[in-house]
């Protein structure tokens, strides 16, 4: 057991220095308990204590040099003459409640106080009755959105099967993944017309590389109040310095009836490169 022990020590502790985290911390347990029993019962007690001690070490890599989502990395302008990678953490992600549509759509506006911007890679509402008690969670449209620092965007969680007009209660939570070179963060400029069949809308693509698609979420409104949200997709590409076109429908209500707006507003979401 002494030998089990200090074999699994080592490879767990070789492994939590990966991001095989959930391995690393089954092979250290096992080698924590070989190594006490092989200690007890006095067999192969120098080998098992090594391994115990390396089994702990694994333990304490494995919590330490974990995955955290509270604090990435981000991009930010740098003096104007490029960009420069900062920290972003996501205690500076606001996230509130905008409304509902006439579909039932729960929209929120999400605000990057941070310098830089940031992508994320979710968005979950938890959501919970009079009580106080947990009811359901429900993740937004959008995912992998990026938002450039100081600034804002409009996404919504889709809601022709919830009522979310029952639950006051709700709660967000959203987490950061490190700016990657999947997604353009700079260099998106985004026109749009309404054609009064639905909204067009142009990305021009200034970002320094080629895009294979973009993704948009279109905003409606009546009287100033929310009414309706469309996401607008297109996977036609773009190369640098040229456009890409998305056609977002008209919003409709939870019976599929057309809703009619008076304005309009478009919100990047990403767009991803061409490899």
């Not at 204590?49 to 304490?60: K, P, T, W």
């Not at 029952?166 to 959203?174: A, G, I, L, M």
């Not at 998106?188 to 639905?198: A, H």
Request: aromatic share 10%.
């Amino acid at each position: 057991m002494g030998i089990a022990s200090l074999i699994l020590g080592i490879i767990g502790l070789l492994i939590s220095l990966t991001i095989f985290k959930d391995l690393s911390l089954i092979l250290c347990v096992l080698g924590t308990v070989l190594g006490i029993i092989a200690i007890v019962k006095k067999t192969n007690k120098g080998l098992a204590i090594a391994g115990v001690i390396l089994s702990v070490l694994g333990l304490i890599f494995c919590f330490a040099i974990s995955d955290d989502t509270s604090s990435n990395k981000g991009i930010t302008n740098d003096s104007g003459d490029g960009v420069k990678t900062v920290d972003v953490s996501v205690d500076e992600v606001k996230i509130e409640k905008l409304g509902l549509t006439k579909a039932g759509d729960l929209v929120i506006k999400v605000t990057n106080n941070n310098k830089g911007s940031v992508c994320l890679s979710e968005i979950i509402a938890n959501f919970k009755d009079d009580n106080g008690d947990f009811v359901f969670s429900k993740e937004a449209e959008h995912s992998f959105i990026v938002i450039p620092g100081k600034s804002y965007m409009i996404t919504y969680f889709w809601g022709y099967d919830e009522d979310y007009a029952k639950y006051e209660n709700v709660s967000f939570k959203t987490e950061l993944a490190n700016i990657s070179e999947d997604f353009a963060h700079t260099g998106i400029d985004i026109t749009s017309k309404n054609t009064g069949d639905q909204i067009a809308v142009t990305v021009k693509n200034n970002s320094g590389k080629d895009i294979e698609s973009a993704t948009v979420s279109v905003i409606y409104y009546k009287d100033n109040k929310i009414v309706g949200a469309e996401t607008g997709y297109s996977d036609s590409g773009a190369k640098d310095g040229e456009e890409l076109y998305i056609n977002a429908s008209y919003p409709e209500d939870s019976d599929y009836n057309e809703v009619s707006f008076d304005k309009y507003e478009v919100y990047y979401v990403r767009a991803s490169y061409d490899y």
